[in-house]
């Protein structure tokens, strides 16, 4: 049956993600765009997920990792999956890929986001500023900071001021992958990016700095009084905090986020990266932008604004959080039957594509234009 009205049309389809991260921040959006919401939960979370009414629909499993043996369930329905941190970091890169259930995003973006010599050939390539990288303990000549592979969230950074300070308190992790990096002062800020597909145009959704702990609070001890005792900072996120940038920074945030895009088109196949992003950047006295890393998908700091943020306040007149955004442009893709430009190419959808009410397209609104 066809549906009657364009209103109705994202009823038909479910928006489904696993219950943790983002989730209530994606699925309320989807919600609100009219979608059939899906929480993959694991027993922990299941009452949580279950209490909120804009959830729809509950799925058990016992841990997230087993979230693929899901596959061929969610296929058989009109599901799209909307994925966050937790994908990337539950299941490995290869059962990621290798899933079928239709799938918002470019899956060959996270061979490039995965890998942090990768991210910086693009972000390099893109014009983008990036704290040095030293090699070798004996080539530090200013203070660094080491970072763990795989380390989540800042844990287990090391602040490290010369080779000697590395050979006393930093030797012990010749057996662990790390990266070394010019220790860049000034303030993080994370910038919350959407591009659409659809229309082709950036948005800045919202902004972000980071808590950490203790770093953040070492200013809270005076200077003589942190003397002869054996502090060492350590970058444990604990918290996000709003940020409005300063109007005059606005120009050049906005131009990294489409430098980014181009680039990406160039290195991770044509489709490039589509949909939420967020570039990690420490902001310096100068005023210039240094780059620390890309996430190519929705971030957890993006759960400060699922009202909405200053920034897409400017382009709606409604609240608009990420997640909400990323159902819109699928809603707007549905619409238009253009479907196949916002879902990954491993996508296997079982359902119709040309979803449009009586098989029209209809025009995709750009920002701040209303949907329907
Ligand atoms: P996540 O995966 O949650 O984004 P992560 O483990 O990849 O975190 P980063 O975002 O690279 O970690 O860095 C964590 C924190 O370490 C930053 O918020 C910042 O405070 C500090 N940091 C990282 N790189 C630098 C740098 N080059 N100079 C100064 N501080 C840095």
């Known amino acids: 049956m066809s549906p009657k009205s364009s209103a109705q049309l994202p009823s038909l389809f479910t928006i489904a993600t696993l219950g943790s991260h983002s989730a209530l921040q994606i699925l309320k959006g989807a919600k609100d765009e009219g979608f059939h919401t899906l929480a993959v939960v694991t027993p922990l979370n299941e009452r949580l997920y279950a209490s909120f009414a804009f959830v729809d629909e509950v799925i ?69 500023k990036m704290p040095r990288h030293f090699t070798k303990a004996s080539e530090i000549d200013r203070p660094v900071i080491v970072k763990l592979y795989g380390a989540l969230g800042g844990k287990g950074y090391l602040f490290v001021k010369n080779p000697e300070d590395f050979t006393a308190r930093a030797s012990h992790l010749v ?91 160039e290195l991770c196949g044509e489709r490039g990266l589509f949909g939420a992003f967020c570039l990690e950047t420490i902001v310096t006295p100068d005023s210039e932008f240094f780059l620390m890393e890309i996430s190519a998908r929705i971030v957890a700091g993006t759960n400060l604004f699922i009202d909405g943020s200053p920034y897409s306040y400017l382009n709606y007149d409604e609240p608009m959080s990420t997640g909400r955004r990323i159902a819109r442009e699928i ?42």
């Not at 016992?62 to 369930?73: A, H, I, N, Q, T």
């Not at 979803?355 to 949907?371: E, K, L, S």
């Open 175 to 265: 057996e662990q992958r790390y990266i070394m990096q010019e220790y860049v002062l000034g303030v993080p800020v994370y910038i919350h990016y959407f591009y659409s597909p659809l229309t082709g145009k950036l948005e800045i959704m919202s902004m972000d700095r980071r808590y950490e702990s203790n770093v953040d609070s070492l200013g809270r001890i005076p200077l003589a009084d942190q003397e002869g005792w054996d502090i060492s900072p350590s970058y444990v996120v604990i918290g996000n905090q709003p940020i409005s940038l300063r109007e005059s920074l606005l120009a050049e945030a906005f131009n990294m986020g489409e430098a980014v895009v181009r680039v990406s088109r």
């Open 60 to 128: 058990v499993i016992p841990k997230y990792s087993d979230f693929p043996k899901l596959e061929k369930e969610l296929n058989k329905r009109k599901v799209i999956l909307v994925p966050h941190g937790s994908f990337v970091a539950y299941l490995s890169m290869d059962e990621h890929k290798k899933m079928t259930t239709p799938y918002f995003g470019n899956k060959a973006v996270l061979d490039w986001e995965a890998d942090r010599m990768r991210q910086r050939v693009w972000l390099t390539r893109a014009g983008l």
């Open 331 to 372: 809603r707007n893709a549905l619409l238009s039957n253009s479907l196949d430009l916002v879902l990954d190419q491993s996508s296997r959808t079982t359902f119709s594509r040309s979803a449009a009410p009586n098989g029209d397209a209809v025009a995709v609104p750009g920002p701040g234009v209303p949907a329907n």
